[in-house]
Structures are given as C-alpha cells and as structure tokens.
C-alpha cells in the first residue's frame, strides 16, 4: 500500500476492502470514505506471540488497525516523514518512528546484542534505545518518523558508513552493526553528547539518517 507524501509532514494512503494497515494510536489526522480505527491488541502482523515479545523488549508501540474503503492522512507531532518501500528484505527500525506501514509485514523484535555483541547492547545504551529494536519484514511500505528530515546512505560491500548513534533512524538489507569510539576513553570523560561514539555499519544496503541528534 504506497504512500502519496503530501509535504515534509504528512502522508496519504489508500485504504481498500480486503487489505489493512497499522498505525500509530493519535497518527490518524483525517480520512474519506468509509475506514475503520480500532485497537490493535496484538500489536500488528506476527500474532499474540510477536506482541509479547515486544513488550517483553520494551518495544511495543500502541497501534491501530485500519480497514476500509477510502483515503487516510497521517502525521504525528509535526514530525518529518519518509516512506520506506521494501521489497522482501527486514527494516530493523525504533517501534516509535512508526507512523504506519503495511499490514502484510511481518513483525518481529531483535535483539540488539545479536548484533555487534556487547557493543551492540553498549549501543542501546549510548542512544537511549534500548537493548531491542523492531523488525519489519517483507514486500511494502514502511512510513517512519524522524527529526528534521531524513537522508538514505547506500552500505555496499567494502565501504561502510559511519553514523552519529543519535542521529540513526533505521536500516535494512544485509547490514552489519557495531559501536565503536572516535575518542579515547580518557578524553571522553566528561563528555556526554554521545560525539564520541560511532555506528558503523557495513555489508550490503542502506542506512536512514534524520538531521538532527534529537529521540522523538
């Protein structure tokens, strides 16, 4: 179900019979036709057991299913959006720069550790999101929220790309992530804008990156 972005802040989908989307609880700003709001206690595609999980993790974000015959806008809290369009590949991304997506996806949680090892869980620490991360999986849209706007930066074997931890907003494809220190440890004593570390990630797809080193 693709998104028709009506400004920097503010998309539109289509809602047909038969096919439903998830959003954000507070996302919907206006609709046509005949569409439906209502809680989604299983927290999306993936069932009871994928809600669990991410409450588990921490990483459960209220949604709401939406079903119908019409067009709906969506936007959060002024936030920048960008559509994210996956064709059978996994976006790991924060449950709260969720705007909304499809409801073909398959969700799931990751745990961030799995990932770059202990560095991977010093990571969550460092930008404040936690030791779990959301999955997305499969072939559709993805609408995220970020800071400022967002820029994609291609990951291809052989050059990975440096990022600000605070500044990440999401990645998929074949990637590979890990923290490592622009600085010593003695000179980052007394440092606490998190400049001193950097995710580097490598492999093979593409990294979003928001304008600003603000959390939603």
Same mark, same amino acid.
């Given at each position: 179900m693709p998104f028709r972005e009506i400004n920097s802040k503010m998309v539109e989908a289509t809602v047909v019979p038969g096919q439903k989307m998830f959003s954000q609880r507070g996302a919907m700003l206006a609709?046509?036709?005949?569409?439906?709001? +209502?809680? #989604?206690?299983? =927290?999306?595609?993936?069932?009871? @057991?994928?809600?669990?999980?991410?409450? @588990?993790? #921490?990483?459960?974000?209220?949604?709401? &299913?939406?079903? =119908? #015959?019409? +067009?709906?806008?969506?936007?959060?809290?002024? $936030? $920048?959006?960008?559509?994210? #369009?996956?064709?059978? !590949? +996994?976006?790991?991304?924060?449950? !709260?720069?969720?705007?909304?997506? !499809?409801? &073909?996806?398959?969700?799931? +949680?990751?745990?961030?550790?799995?990932?770059?090892?202990?560095?991977? @869980?010093?990571?969550?620490?460092? &930008?404040g999101q936690g030791l779990f991360t959301t999955t997305l999986k499969g072939h559709g849209a993805v609408a995220v929220m970020a800071h400022g706007g967002v820029i994609e930066l291609p990951i291809t074997p052989g050059r990975a790309v440096h990022v600000d931890p605070q500044a990440y907003v999401a990645h998929h494809g074949d990637v590979r992530n890990k923290l490592s220190t622009a600085l010593g440890w003695r000179e980052m004593v007394g440092r606490g804008s998190g400049e001193g570390f950097q995710l580097e990630l490598s492999g093979s797809g593409a990294v979003y990156v928001q304008a600003s080193e603000e959390k939603l």
């Open positions: 609709y046509r036709g005949e569409v439906a709001f +209502t809680p #989604n206690i299983q =927290g999306g595609q993936g069932g009871m @057991m994928s809600m669990i999980g991410r409450r @588990m993790a #921490n990483e459960a974000t209220p949604l709401m &299913t939406v079903e =119908g #015959n019409g +067009t709906v806008m969506f936007g959060h809290g002024g $936030h $920048h959006i960008h559509v994210i #369009n996956l064709s059978g !590949d +996994t976006l790991y991304v924060e449950a !709260d720069r969720l705007l909304a997506f !499809d409801g &073909t996806l398959q969700q799931g +949680t990751m745990f961030m550790g799995s990932q770059g090892g202990v560095m991977g @869980m010093v990571r969550g620490q460092v &930008t």
